[in-house]
């Protein structure tokens, strides 16, 4: 493959890594911002005690901080949408773990106690799809070049 078909794989690995970071940061200021304007989630967090209107504004910062991610990671590998790709794969094997009842030996990472099992399904399900459709929005919105 010629190097103008290909995008070179250090690009990637940084595309994936800057979708990553824009994933934690979007995702810390939409909890922050939850937590800023509504005392009452607030006080529910520490003990995860959401309301169900709680847990489904989480799964709102969710959809935007994994769109944003995917657009971000695309458009730093220039507009190679395989870079959102690896990062939904990314994505997922980092949330699994986590959101499904799975213990890893005598380590429990599993938060699927502290939630109802659709709010782990609202959030695994289109966590990939998300992330690839910011990607393909990063080459949708990106500006066309005249050649």
């Not at 939630?115 to 990607?135: E, K, S």
Request: glycine share 6%.
């Amino acid at each position: 493959m010629s190097e103008s078909t290909t995008t070179k794989w250090y690009l990637i690995a940084a595309a994936i890594l800057a979708g990553f970071a824009t994933w934690i940061v979007i995702g810390g200021a939409g909890f922050l911002l939850l937590r800023t304007v509504s005392s009452s989630y607030a006080l529910a967090e520490p003990t995860k005690a959401y309301t169900l209107p709680m847990l489904l504004a989480r799964l709102m910062v969710g959809v935007v901080c994994t769109v944003a991610a995917g657009a971000v990671a695309t458009a730093t590998a220039k507009g190679a949408r395989i870079a959102s790709y690896w990062l939904a794969v990314v994505f997922f094997l980092l949330s699994a773990p986590i959101h499904l009842p799975i213990h890893l030996g005598k380590v429990n990472v599993s938060v699927w106690a502290d939630y109802p099992p659709w709010y782990h399904a609202a959030y695994l399900v289109p966590l990939m799809p998300l992330t690839i459709f910011g990607g393909y929005l990063a080459t949708r919105l990106r500006p066309q070049r005249n050649q």
